[in-house]
């Protein structure tokens, strides 16, 4: 019986290995369903709002957030984390707010940005629903984009007619 070589004691491993993982893969079922984004929260799997229910009216917080809110008129809002408090781990925050824009700002955002009608009303906490305009309200993902910063993903709907819009912004 001869010794084996140094390039067959190398490879036949090797050989095995890959065999192994074909033959594993070839086993290996299909997916069970359709991929799915998993990016946006559904109904079922959304995770609850929870807060002080304090309505506030403060506008340094908000800007301090999401600095594209620094020069608004005014604004009501609420804020708190999402999930179960109850479960430690790192926190994501919320705020819903509708917020008064200086005059003409909405205009603006109205003119030079991609915005189309909102398919559906806002998804605000039920303190706030009160406060949401009534009337059609415009979205885009560059309004989105506007007021989305530094760890904070918001999305926005403005008044098609006035000067207010709605966030609802998630963040660290």
Do not use: N
């Not at 065999?19 to 799997?45: M, N």
């Amino acid at each position: 019986m001869r010794p084996r070589s140094r390039c067959a004691r190398v490879l036949a491993p090797l050989a095995v290995a890959a065999l192994a993982g074909a033959t594993l893969a070839a086993c290996s079922p299909g997916p069970v369903s359709e991929p799915r984004d998993t990016t946006a929260p559904t109904q079922a799997g959304a995770a609850a709002k929870t807060g002080t229910g304090e309505v506030r009216h403060d506008l340094d917080p908000l800007a301090s957030r999401i600095p594209a809110l620094t020069d608004v008129d005014e604004a009501t809002w609420l804020s708190g984390t999402l999930g179960d408090p109850g479960v430690p781990g790192p926190s994501l925050y919320w705020i819903d707010a509708v917020v008064t824009l200086p005059e003409g700002a909405a205009d603006r955002l109205r003119d030079s940005l991609e915005l189309t009608p909102a398919g559906s009303a806002p998804e605000v906490v039920e303190a706030l629903a009160s406060s949401v305009p009534p009337g059609d309200l415009l979205v885009g993902a560059g309004l989105d984009d506007a007021f989305s910063t530094d760890g904070w993903r918001s999305t926005v709907f403005l008044e098609a007619d006035g000067e207010r819009l709605v966030l609802a912004a998630v963040g660290q």
